[in-house]
């Protein structure tokens, strides 16, 4: 790798390598059965230079000699037509001054193989279908092992090692021409992670979902579970990003230091956290990793930035600096704002008793569409997917044909509760539940 | 410190002369021989190997910024290997390590195997082939300087159009790609493919209202799909700032109006993912909601999906799993009466193959997918579609669209009330979701102008595998009662 940034360094200003060498085994069960065993490996490297002052950028899987000198031509030309570079590449990481780097390496989740996988997935698939044989579950268990070394031309970059085991399982019922799919999914980095907690996570909620109740059309209190609040959680992810800010589309452009939530509403990203699936020791251009605090109190804190996005904005990367997947590639795309842990704080009141406190309300707890509205302007209009009609403090069951609508800086301005207990949700981001006083809801017909 | 190996195929492996090619002849002689070994030793039932070379460019334009400008290799391939009904499965960037790559995945299918081991493969007569794309202009003969200045020229036509506009996004992506195939029934495909797309979006700004607006360009047949698009660009725009002034949508219960684009997200959203069979073909419940001669839709529905309709973004001759395309009838007068089939799921169902296997790449397996989904012509024309309309909506465009089977969700870009039989005002927030059993019954009238929709830089997801090229089409359809979703 030091001769491939030896040869670059030789036609630019500076460079940087990314390298990614990964080991995933997947194990796939199918309506309750096993279905295969996989092995993916992966290798990657990426190469970003700056030239004359501006930014090339080229990927390949091929690490060989002669591939190596096509890597660099390919990013010599794509700096020709390149933008201009607001940012130098960072030096050495000195340690003492910030957070020792999180535990993301466990030996235990490294040694497990396809043996074991099909072993764990199985005893989710018994828990699930031993409550009911008529449930159909597939169930995905993975176990990643991926080595990243990061080197640039200041000196700066490093090496670590992550382990992942993720297990993903879905439970479906199906009676006439209703079709109830339920989901779950958790992970960690550390090997005290027990994939069988999804099994129950489905069953409590099939459970739930038994009895059909009708929603009906018009503006009520919805309570969102950590899944639910998914299109909310994506809008604040677009309003806070560093490029939306920059670009004046995100509502929270120009609001720093201004109260623009409930002061309940905490919100943080943090690679720092312990065993946690999006902590790293720096991010994917070598910035050091930490808790970033993005809203606390309702008063907008800042926004996440990557190297580039904080330059144009004159200000510092928070280690925010993450390359996006292209079809599994994810060495491939260009460091841009994303986020690593993001972390919705909880409140104070216990979930049965937000649920007592309604007297007629939804319940959602999986969406379907989210991302897909105006996600700019924290608008949503989602299908609930999974979700639960609430009489006089009492679940009565499962709705169906049922939409719900709102704004999110909105909504978060007109919260009743905030739950005591944050949760993963789909081991993207932690969230507790929120109960809104009013929100729009669509219900077939009524 | 670099790992002495190429992962290119197959240069380093087998050319004594770096640079000379190999003959088609000659590359497949050496994948068989590998095939033959592997089966020597292991025993396997079946063993297919993919090999894939992909050139990708990628320039994306924000607001007067170039946010990506990129180039990229991926070579790679895959092993997958059936013993005694289990599958195992191997991807990897190192090729020449392709032996132990196949013992690997036959290893795993026999760890499958011994917990349980049902799954076959419907038979399939064995290929030989080359496949070459006759394209126009080939991208990878364009700079990337005249590539970035086709997009500015776009780009600069949105943010001269209105200081309304607040910024843009212009994405733009090429792959082409090489593909072989093999497999230790003596098929040996290789397959050359090109696929060209890219997405301009307007976005305005008036205070705290923020809209946007999308259009996209995109083909299988060279560089010049991306040209001449400086109208609709420009329109896009316009209809990005008018969009402003549009008010929210009451929720409620409406008869709608899809035009060409948005009916193509509604019936592979709503429709296409349930003929996928990889969801029914091992659950007698599904199974039975899916019978073929079932009336699924009302009598004027017609509905195909198939690779072997030419010219699309879901075009090509061979799926991957080397069978050859086809086009596939899935509901005729409104009767269920075809399934989007792979080998494992044909077999199981004791129906045929229909080619539509298809992996996103190397890194994974071929599952179920749709090609060129599309309703097809009916009788009404527009204006007789809306005319006995007293309160409807008009949708038009679609942000997206995602399916759970039963029920799906897609909302549009832009909208209007219908009233009185008439286009009416603008209405923004427009979210459709339903019921697919339902909602197929209650698509009362079918026009007579159908499009299909290749554009874009995305494409379809399904589990881990996305983006897969694919298009969508339709003429105008009008459906009865379908919740929509206000703010």
Redesign the interface.
């Known amino acids: ?4 940034l030896d040869v670059a360094i030789k036609n630019a200003d500076a460079a940087e390598l990314y390298l990614v060498n990964s080991e995933t085994i997947p194990v796939v069960f ?2 309750s ?12 490297v990426a190469l970003r230079i700056i030239r004359s002052g501006k930014i090339g ?12 000198d ?2 660099v031509n ?1 990013a010599t ?2 700096a ?4 201009t570079a607001r940012f130098d590449f960072p030096g050495p990481i000195t340690d003492g001054e910030v957070m020792p780097a999180p535990l993301i390496y466990d030996d235990r989740i490294a040694d497990i193989d ?2 074991e996988l ?1 072993r764990m997935g ?1 005893e989710i698939v018994d828990i699930i279908t031993e409550e009911d044989p008529s449930i ?1 579950c597939g169930v995905q268990l993975e176990r990643e092992v991926q080595e990243v070394t990061i080197t640039n031309s200041n000196g700066g970059g490093g090496r670590y090692r992550k382990t992942t085991l993720t297990a993903m399982a879905d439970a ?1 019922l ?2 006439g ?3 109830f ?1 339920i989901y779950s999914m958790a992970g960690s980095c550390c090997s005290n992670f027990d994939s069988r907690s999804i099994a129950q996570d489905v069953l409590e909620r099939v459970r739930l979902g038994r009895t059909i109740a009708q929603a009906r ?1 018009g503006r009520m209190p919805v309570l969102f579970t950590a899944r639910g609040i998914m299109p909310l959680f994506i809008a604040l992810q677009s309003a806070l990003n560093g ?1 939306t800010v920059l ?3 995100s ?1 929270l452009a120009d609001k720093v230091g201004r109260q623009v939530f409930d002061p309940r509403v905490f919100v943080y990203d943090d690679a720092t956290v312990d065993c946690a699936l999006g902590s790293c020791p720096m991010d994917a251009e070598g910035v050091k990793s930490r808790k970033t605090p993005l809203i606390e109190a309702g008063v907008v804190k800042g926004h996440y930035y990557d190297l580039q996005t904080a330059g ?1 904005a004159g200000t510092s990367s928070t280690g925010n600096g993450v390359r996006q997947a ?4 994810y060495f ?3 460091p ?1 704002p994303g986020t690593s842990n993001p972390l919705i704080a909880p409140g104070t009141e216990s979930l049965e008793d937000m649920i007592a406190s309604m007297d007629e309300g939804i319940i959602v707890d999986q969406v ?2 989210a ?4 996600v ?2 924290g ?5 609930v ?1 999974l979700g639960f009609k609430v009489e006089h403090g009492k679940i009565m069951g499962r709705v ?8 999110t800086i909105k909504a978060l301005n007109d919260i009743v509760a905030i739950s005591d207990r944050a949760e993963w949700a789909y081991g993207q981001y932690s969230a507790p539940a929120f109960l809104f006083r009013s929100l ?6 009524s | 410190m670099l790992p002495k190996q190429s992962a290119t195929f197959p240069s380093k492996h087998i050319s004594r002369k770096p640079g000379k090619k190999l003959s088609p002849k000659r590359r497949h002689k050496i994948l068989q021989n590998l095939i033959k070994d592997a089966l020597k030793s292991h025993r396997a039932d079946y063993v297919e190997i993919r090999i894939e070379d992909h050139e990708r460019t990628k320039i994306s334009l924000r607001g007067k910024n170039v946010d990506e400008l990129a180039t990229s290799r991926s070579v790679g391939g895959c092993v997958r290997a059936l013993v005694s009904g289990g599958w195992g499965f191997v991807s990897f960037n190192d090729i020449a390590n392709l032996k132990d790559h196949v013992a690997l995945a036959v290893s795993q299918a026999k760890l499958v195997s011994r917990v349980c081991g049902d799954n076959l493969l419907a038979p399939v007569e064995p290929i030989t082939d080359t496949v070459v794309p006759a394209l126009v202009v080939d991208p990878r003969s364009i700079s990337l300087a005249s590539k970035r200045a086709l997009l500015e020229e776009y780009n600069d036509i949105m943010l001269s159009y209105s200081p309304k506009i607040q910024t843009t996004a212009v994405r733009y992506r090429d792959t082409y790609s090489k593909k072989y195939f093999a497999n230790s029934e003596c098929t040996y495909i290789e397959q050359e493919h090109c696929d060209v797309g890219a997405s301009f979006t307007a976005i305005a700004r008036e205070g705290d209202n923020v809209q946007q607006m999308l259009v996209s360009a995109g083909g299988i047949d060279g560089y010049q799909c991306i040209k001449g698009h400086h109208d609709e660009v420009r329109e896009c725009a316009r209809r990005a700032v008018e969009n402003l002034s549009a008010a929210p949508v009451d929720a409620g219960q409406y008869t709608v109006v899809l035009d060409p684009g948005l009916a193509g997200v509604f019936v592979h959203e709503a429709f296409g993912h349930l003929s996928e069979s990889d969801f029914i073909y091992e659950n007698s419940m599904l199974r039975e909601i899916m019978v073929l001669g079932k009336q699924f839709g009302s009598p004027i529905l017609n509905i195909a999906d198939g690779a072997a309709v030419p010219g699309h973004r879901g075009s090509y001759k061979y799926d991957d799993e080397g069978v050859r395309s086809s086009v596939t009838p899935l509901i005729r007068d409104g009767v269920l009466v075809g399934r989007l089939h792979s080998r494992g799921t044909a077999a199981k169902m004791s129906e045929r193959p229909t080619g539509n296997a298809r992996a996103i790449n190397y890194r994974f397996q071929p599952i179920v997918r749709m090609t060129n989904t599309y309703i097809e012509n009916g009788e009404t024309s527009f204006d007789e579609m809306i005319s006995d309309i007293d309160k409807g909506i008009y949708a038009i465009d679609a942000y997206g669209g995602e399916t759970t089977m039963e029920m799906f969700t897609f909302s549009a870009m832009e909208a209007f009330m219908i009233r009185k039989g008439k286009v009416a005002e603008r209405v923004r927030n427009v979210v459709l979701t339903g019921n697919v059993f339902e909602t197929l019954m209650h698509i009362d009238a079918i026009g007579n102008d159908r499009k299909m929709n290749d554009g874009g830089v995305g494409g379809c997801g399904k589990g881990q595998q996305f983006p897969l090229p694919v298009s969508d089409g339709s003429p105008h359809i009008r459906i009865k009662n379908v919740v929509v979703g206000g703010t």
């Open positions: 790798m030091k001769d491939l199918e309506m059965k096993l279905k295969q065993a996989e092995t993916k490996r992966t290798t990657g950028f080229s990927s390949s899987t091929d690490l060989s000699k002669a591939a190596a096509n890597l390919m030309e794509s020709d037509m390149g933008e396809a043996d099909i199985q159909k479906l199906v009676e021409t209703d079709i799919l059309t490029k670009e004046g589309s509502p144009k292209h079809a599994g590639d491939e795309g260009q841009t379907m569409g991302g897909q509205g105006n700019l302007t608008d949503f209009s989602v299908n997917h169906k044909d049922t939409m719900v609508a709102g704004n729009g809801i669509a219900a077939k017909g």
